[in-house]
């Protein structure tokens, strides 16, 4: 048997060797001769052939299944990777909600705008592509290459959703940038809406404004849109939620420049909701005449006087009827994207136009806080309404003089002491003198706390300050230094380290004229969706109550009538209706200036209006305050 399996006879000589049959041998007959040779040469390149053939085979197998299984097997999946690359998921922004006044009067609404943006994802992925493509876009819309960087990767390097690059694009050089940019992957001109504000009335501080969400605030609410308005200051961010709505989505067909095609109708689109709508308490007309007559008071105070606050509330109820701070400015200039060079502006301007001071200014209240010491030493029997003292020019305690402003002769009790803004009195009441004990200043710190100072109001707004009740402990912690009876006597007429913001006196304020309600004032009154449907009613939310009992508030609204038929707040006697005053001149930072405070109701019987004005450093209560309250009313009444 040759080496190819045949039979056949060996052919040359051959060297044999005997094997025993009971051995087993591993040796074989050779042929030695060149023939012999050449057949085994050609066994061995055989036998190569074969075993290249068999790998070529299996490659050829392996090759083929995984053609069968990408063209067969998972054509469903390929054929989706590559629908993948040409349709987009594109969001649609909700509609956001609009706000009006009491009676309907649009407040904050929207109107149409352009904005330059681009889709990530669609940018070049080359590294030098997308910077070409980079420095394209900063050219045409003349923003630094550096900014795009930024705002694109907040948004995320190859995010689906649009990052807005260029907000409120006048209609101009928005159709001029959109033939621009037309065969730029990835960058659009997007229509879009913005908000619109009234601008005439002093609302800026009470609505703030929106813009794009910030990379920070996106981080705290990730289901946000990086193109998204977001509210940033007023009602507009106390309200972010309600007025948001609902994005929605749809499926768009792209080209290879992530151009759109075509909108896929049908394919799993999702519809926006628009956001909610807010009716809020301020009467629009009213808030128009606080703002003029303020105004017009500050500047008939001096040139130097330049700032005030006027607010008025219902104190039946807590709601804000109108709130101005003044100066103030247009919110429409944040129109889309905030102004950096106007938003500076605004910052640098010593006035503080942005400061709200009906919220977050800080004040001593002066002889308007008289009201609440007087509630606390009836409630807690200091004084009764015939407690009467003799009250002299100035009480002297050691080497300490303590002043009345103005020399009141004879005998004076509590509702004349109101009238007439008696200091003597106020300090009796608040740290003793004379046959009156005086509450002392931890008992007086309580009072003051319980009718709302030393915390903020919990007015619907996005800033508030808590003002300052000071005390023994505080001093001594802060100051380091011990409390005096002089810190007392300071405290109950309203100065020394004693700090209130608007809001909360007004708030104090309301709890008199309505028998010992202390109501949280509420800017929103309610929350109706997109069909007009109330979504929402916000009631009246009484914080205490029963804190002062009735008789002792009568007291206390008594000494504030008399206040105005014959004593400081005589300038509203004229008014077509019954009402109740005290006037107020704060000291500050040993300033020769005063701050100019007056607080007023009406109707005295039936209270619907609870009004307070501050113009800082403007003098004296009655000579400067008082009058712009009177034309306020006076208008009110009257229409």
């Known amino acids: 048997m040759d080496i190819f399996g045949n039979f056949s006879a060996l052919i040359g000589e051959k060297r044999k060797r005997k094997v025993s049959l009971s051995e087993e041998s591993d040796f074989q007959y050779q042929d030695v001769t060149l023939e012999g040779q050449s057949r085994i040469e050609e066994t061995q390149t055989s036998r190569l052939s074969i075993y290249l053939k068999l790998i070529i085979l299996i490659i050829f197998i392996a090759i083929g299944s995984k053609l069968f299984y990408l063209q067969v097997i998972n054509a469903s999946k390929s054929f989706n990777l590559a629908e993948g690359n040409r349709i987009r998921p594109r969001s649609i922004l909700s509609s956001r909600g609009v706000i009006t006044d009491s009676k309907g009067v649009w407040l904050a609404r929207n109107k149409p705008s352009f904005a330059l943006g681009v889709y990530p994802s669609d940018l070049p992925r080359k590294k030098t592509e997308r910077e070409d493509l980079l420095n394209k876009i900063s050219a045409l819309a003349k923003i630094s290459k550096d900014e795009i960087k930024q705002k694109i990767e907040a ?82 961010k106390y309200y972010q939620t309600e007025l948001r709505g609902d994005p929605g989505i749809e499926q768009v067909e792209v080209d290879s420049r992530g151009r759109i095609i075509q909108v896929l109708k049908d394919f799993n689109n999702l519809q926006p909701v628009g956001g909610n709508n807010l009716v809020l308490n301020i009467d629009y007309d009213l808030q128009q005449k606080m703002t003029e007559k303020l105004v017009s008071g500050i500047q008939s105070a001096g040139p130097e006087v330049n700032s005030g606050v006027a607010v008025a509330i219902n104190p039946q109820t807590g709601a804000v009827l109108g709130m101005v701070s003044v100066p103030f400015y247009d919110n429409n200039i944040f129109q889309g994207e905030i102004n950096k060079s106007e938003y500076k502006r605004l910052l640098e301007d010593p006035s503080l136009p942005l400061l709200n001071r009906a919220t977050m200014g800080t004040y001593p209240p002066g002889s308007i806080i008289k009201i609440v010491t007087a509630a606390a030493g009836l409630q807690e029997g200091i004084i009764t309404k015939n407690t009467s003292i003799e009250t002299p020019q100035e009480i002297v305690i050691g080497e300490w003089k303590f002043p009345d402003w103005k020399y009141h002769a004879g005998m004076s009790n509590v509702t004349r002491a109101i009238a007439e803004s008696n200091n003597i009195f106020f300090y009796a009441v608040g740290g003793g003198w004379d046959k009156i004990k005086g509450l002392g200043p931890d008992v007086l710190r309580n009072y003051l706390s319980t009718f709302g100072f030393g915390a903020k109001s919990g007015v619907d707004l996005s800033s508030e300050a808590s003002g300052l009740v000071p005390g023994p402990e505080w001093k001594k912690n802060y100051k380091g230094e011990n409390w005096y009876l002089g810190d007392t006597y300071h405290v109950a007429i309203g100065q020394g380290d004693l700090l209130v913001t608007p809001i909360q006196m007004v708030k104090a304020l309301s709890a008199v004229a309505n028998g010992g309600r202390l109501l949280r004032p509420q800017i929103l009154k309610e929350i109706t969706d997109v069909d007009g449907n109330v979504v929402r009613n916000y009631s009246t939310e009484v914080e205490r109550d029963n804190f002062i009992s009735a008789e002792n508030i009568s007291i206390v609204q008594q000494g504030m009538r008399e206040a105005v038929l014959y004593g400081s707040g005589r300038i509203l006697a004229d008014l077509p209706v019954s009402s109740a005053a005290k006037t107020g001149t704060a000291q500050f930072f040993n300033n020769q200036k005063t701050h100019a405070w007056f607080e007023c109701y009406a109707p005295y019987e039936n209270p619907e209006i609870a009004l307070v004005v501050l113009v800082e450093g403007g003098g004296g209560g009655y000579e400067v305050a008082s009058p712009i309250a009177h034309e306020i009313l006076q208008w009110h009444f009257s229409r």
């Open 155 to 236: 948004n995320g390097e190859f995010s689906i959703d649009l990052t807005i690059l260029k907000a409120n694009l006048p209609r101009e050089e928005a159709l001029i940038l959109e033939e621009e940019v037309a065969g730029l992957p990835g960058v659009v001109i997007s229509k879009r809406a913005i908000r619109e504000y009234k601008s005439d009335s002093g609302l800026a501080h009470i609505m703030g404004y929106t813009g794009i969400i910030s990379s920070d605030e996106l981080a705290k609410n990730p289901n946000y849109l990086m193109s998204e308005e977001f509210g940033k200051a007023g009602i507009e």
